[in-house]
């Protein structure tokens, strides 16, 4: 066999093991990409860009993301933290997003940050935890038990807290919420087949705390929904997690027997 034959033999060989490796590294990365776009972080992050109006304003209404979604998520026992980046395709332009999230004690995913790079080049951020809006919807009506889904602009007013809560009198519940938890939505629900009963009795307000991370700290709330009941400007009681109807009924009438 001649040597031109032996390096040819040799090339081919060569060239059929970095076939089989950058088809092996390939399918880890395509994996790896695939895990993170399927994952509870970047749901969380999705519904939180279709939903941010700074954002919709710039883009337009979001109609769809990228195939990709890269970053990292990383977590440990029952703690986490993400960062993960997603091509935002709006109505009128697309736009590369940047989204920080994280979840403490293993509640859900909430965003911590997020941004976008516009036209400009300029890091626009999407994100102000500290934001107030409470007349318009940071605390609810104190009409009664009802409740609207959450939404963006539910923002956490210290004055107005102190008022609606700590120096109201009679029976007042305080409820915090997220959207992405499904025990959340069936409070939601549970609230709204109770208002019958108790929009006279009972003084509502409540928070959405996806885009306000402070809360956690500012309230020690661990698991979501929370339910507090305050009396007389005192909170008396807090349920977390899943409550169902009768129990919150329950809950109401223990407080309510007190008045």
């Known amino acids: 066999m001649t040597t031109k034959k032996i390096l040819l033999i040799i090339g081919g060989v060569v060239a059929v093991l970095a076939l089989v490796v950058a088809l092996f590294v390939g399918g880890i990365v395509w994996v790896a990409f695939s895990t993170i776009g399927k994952s509870e972080a970047a749901q969380t992050a999705k519904i939180f860009l279709q939903k941010n109006e700074k954002l919709k304003s710039d883009i337009g209404e979001v109609r769809d993301f990228g195939f990709w979604v890269t970053g990292n998520i990383n977590s440990h026992n029952s703690d986490g933290e993400a960062t993960l980046n997603l091509k935002t395709i709006g109505a009128k332009k697309t ?3 940047s989204v920080n999230l994280s979840y403490r004690n293993g509640r859900d995913w909430v965003v911590v940050a997020a941004s976008y790079t516009n036209d400009a080049g300029q890091t626009v951020n999407l994100l102000n935890p500290y934001e107030r809006d409470a007349e318009a919807r940071g605390v609810a009506g104190r009409e009664g038990v009802t409740i609207e889904p959450p939404s963006a602009g539910d923002g956490f007013d210290e004055e107005n807290f102190n008022a609606n809560v700590l120096q109201a009198e009679g029976t007042t519940m305080v409820v915090f919420l997220t959207q992405s938890s499904l025990d959340s939505k069936a409070l939601e629900k549970t609230l709204d ?10 003084n509502l307000v409540r928070y959405n705390l996806d885009e306000q991370p402070a809360l956690y700290r500012r309230f020690n709330i661990g698991k979501v929904p929370v339910v507090s009941i305050y009396q007389d400007g005192k909170e008396r009681e807090r349920r977390t997690g899943a409550i169902s109807r009768q129990q919150l ?11």
């Not at 009924?249 to 008045?259: F, M, N, P, S, T």
């Open 95 to 97: 736009v590369p997003a």
């Open 193 to 202: 087949e109770l208002s019958e009963d108790y929009s006279e009795r009972v």
């Open 249 to 259: 009924a329950a809950l109401l009438d223990k407080y309510l027997g007190d008045e």
